[in-house]
């Protein structure tokens, strides 16, 4: 079947559909792809438990979807283009026919380690054909991967690995990040320390940084490799995965202290993440997919890797960062493989804006057909400033709405169909049915009009629960509303029926499109010795989208407050990792606290967001003239 909308008839014609006829709708998707054997019922739900089931009793492996079923007719196309960190280093080209080899050949080297289906495998690599190749490897023989980003600490990589009680570990020595090199092992050293379930580190040679291999628990890469070859081992049967076995976890952070291991299964998300690639982005048989995400966070996972190979595309792995050498490196890769589809971050746009359009110019972008954003509300002037500079006005902007939780997009124009605003969403892909909701649970209906953003059916690429913990996967996304999945999103809905996203409304900042729970920072800056309490909160920051506010109580930084600041920066760095290092750190004499004792962090984020006027009914406080000395210490 062809997934092609090509006009707003079309999508409103397939949108009612899919609402009216939800099985009907996503069985034709489905029917688009490889199973072993098929499903016998589309769906069964209640979000009540919540338990959702989609395609039961269909089985399948998502690699036979994502290389086995392109060998007849794309083998000698590119599976996956491959630009390092440095330029002058050579690019790297894997075919379809050379990425099912790679990832067979390394599925019998983590089944010689022991591995097998349901086992859950840690990943923490960088940006290599080999991080893609080891997620296809689990997927292979059923087991879970969970990939780690490579920016987090050996603290955040224990408490994952315990957490999902992985057996196995794949990393590299090392990893290159513009002009840093990344001591890879070294933290997964730290981390398994903590970790007695781990039996095996499988090591992969990246930039010959001296690493300490553990006899009998840390083996290489390269030397598995070569003895798996060594022994024929050269094919891998698919493991046959039911539908809802699980294919993977990936943490995500909340409103608590610890993040949650969201939990995606095979048939669903694979259904998702094949059908939102084609139609978002009109993906065209050839074109060249470029998304910058990492593979570490959901947007690598669902449109690097599984949306665009079950697709047969091209997609493109890029191992560095957008401003080394220089502010022009994204422009270079689009213009030396012909990209045609650009899917990025608003915090990388505005840094690009910023550095200015001499690094855009003198770059041959007119290969561009496509452009995407993500991961954050996207501001008019970005959003301008992508469309005019890099899409030359000829390119249709997808700012695409989504979560780790919902597996793929869900509300975004569809690429050359809906007619754009800049910073709206737009409208929900079909299958996906959004509701505005008040505090109270009450649906708002109408446009015009905003609320807390909510989605009433399921879609198959939702989350299935939280690793281990069901309960807190209830209460957290549909104890709030009856019968409805909760985003923790705002949103507005304008006068067309338009979507806008607004951002978070619970205690989640986001910090360069990526999710940080203030109560994990906090937990992270209240182990400095010198540390009595925090609060912490987001404000609005020119490029990253939100910054991180901390106020602070501490004994010690009367005698110098500012090394006090570094050191409390520096305990968060090693605890969660530097993406969740405070931007501003305010030490104060008290918080703002009710009789009962709870923080007042609307206060706080008044504060932070230099609006020190409008705090609002301040007389239930405890002591109101704490505010007062923080109003005057604010950090501007
Ligand atoms: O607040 C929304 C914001 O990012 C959150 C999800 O973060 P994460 O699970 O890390 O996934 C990011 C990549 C899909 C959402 O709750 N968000 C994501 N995309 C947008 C967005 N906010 C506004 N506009 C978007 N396009």
Avoid at 13 to 21: A, C, G, I, P, T
Avoid at 176 to 188: Q, S, W
Avoid at 491 to 517: F, P, Q
């Amino acid at each position: 079947m062809s997934f092609r909308i090509s006009s707003m008839e079309e999508y409103r014609e397939v949108y009612r559909k899919s609402v009216e006829q939800p099985e009907a709708f996503w069985a034709e998707i489905a029917g688009s792809f490889l199973w072993k054997k098929k499903w016998d019922r589309v769906l069964d739900w209640n979000f009540k438990e919540p338990d959702i089931r989609w395609f039961s009793g269909g089985t399948l492996n998502i690699t036979e979807n994502c290389l086995d079923r392109h060998l007849e007719t794309r083998a000698d196309q590119p599976a996956i283009i491959w630009e390092p960190n440095d330029p002058e280093e050579h690019h790297r080209v894997l075919t379809y026919r050379q990425l099912h080899q790679k990832v067979c050949l390394f599925a019998n080297v983590l089944k010689n380690n022991g591995a097998k289906k349901g086992d859950r495998i840690c990943i923490y690599m960088p940006m290599v054909p080999e991080l893609a190749i080891a997620v296809l490897a689990c997927a292979r023989i059923g087991a879970v991967h969970s990939v780690v980003f490579g920016g987090f600490s050996a603290q955040s990589i224990a408490d994952r690995i315990q957490d999902a009680q992985c057996e196995l570990v794949i990393t590299a020595d090392g990893g290159f990040r513009g002009n840093k090199e990344v001591p890879l092992k070294n933290v997964i050293d730290d981390a398994l320390v903590q970790c007695p379930s781990v039996r095996r580190v499988i090591v992969l040679t990246r930039n010959r940084t001296p690493v300490s291999m553990i006899k009998g628990r840390d083996v290489w890469w390269e030397d598995e490799i070569k003895k798996a070859e060594t022994l024929g081992m050269l094919d891998c049967p698919a493991e046959e995965m039911d539908a809802e076995d699980m294919l993977f976890i990936l943490y995500t952070s909340g409103s608590t202290g610890k993040p949650k291991g969201v939990v995606h299964t095979c048939g669903g998300y694979m259904v998702y993440t094949g059908y939102t690639f084609k139609t978002v982005f009109q993906y065209e048989p050839g074109d060249v997919h470029f998304c910058t995400a990492d593979i570490g966070w959901i947007t690598g996972h669902s449109y690097i890797v599984y949306g665009p190979l079950s697709q047969g595309a091209t997609t493109l792995i890029f191992e560095g960062v957008p401003t080394w050498p220089d502010a022009g490196r994204f422009w270079d890769v689009v213009d030396k493989f012909k990209v045609n589809v650009l899917y990025t971050a608003p915090t990388a746009i505005r840094s690009l804006m910023q550095s200015g359009l001499e690094y855009v110019e003198g770059h041959d972008l007119s290969s561009l057909k496509v452009l995407g954003s993500v991961g954050e509300p996207i501001n008019q002037e970005a959003w301008h400033w992508y469309h005019e500079h890099i899409g030359k006005k000829r390119c249709p902007v997808v700012d695409t709405w989504w979560q780790t939780e919902t597996g793929g997009i869900l509300i975004s124009p569809i690429a050359g169909v809906t007619p754009a605003k800049p910073s709206y969403a737009t409208l929900p892909l079909p299958g996906v049915q959004p509701v505005l909701v008040d505090e109270k649970g009450e649906e708002i209906e109408g446009n015009g009009v905003s609320g807390n953003l909510c989605i009433r059916f399921p879609w198959p690429g939702m989350l299935r629960t939280t690793y281990g913990d069901h309960e807190r996967c209830r209460t957290n996304y549909f104890a709030a509303y009856d019968n409805l999945y909760f985003t923790g999103d705002g949103c507005l809905r304008d006068e067309d029926g338009y979507y806008r996203i607004t951002g978070r409304v619970d205690d989640v900042i986001n910090v360069s499109g990526h999710r940080i729970g203030t109560a994990e920072v906090e937990n992270a800056i209240n182990m400095h010795s010198d540390v009595i309490e925090s609060a912490v909160v987001g404000f609005p920051h020119d490029i990253k989208g939100q910054g991180i506010y901390a106020f602070v109580i501490s004994e010690q930084h009367l005698n110098d407050s500012d090394l006090t600041a570094k050191d409390i920066a520096m305990t968060v760095s090693r605890i969660i990792g530097p993406i969740a290092r405070p931007d501003k750190i305010q030490f104060v004499p008290g918080l703002p606290k009710t009789r009962s004792g709870k923080i007042m962090r609307r206060i706080l984020r008044k504060i932070a967001e230099g609006d020190l006027v409008n705090l609002g009914d301040t007389s239930t406080l405890l002591d109101p003239s704490v505010v007062d000395e923080i109003r005057n210490g604010r950090i501007a």
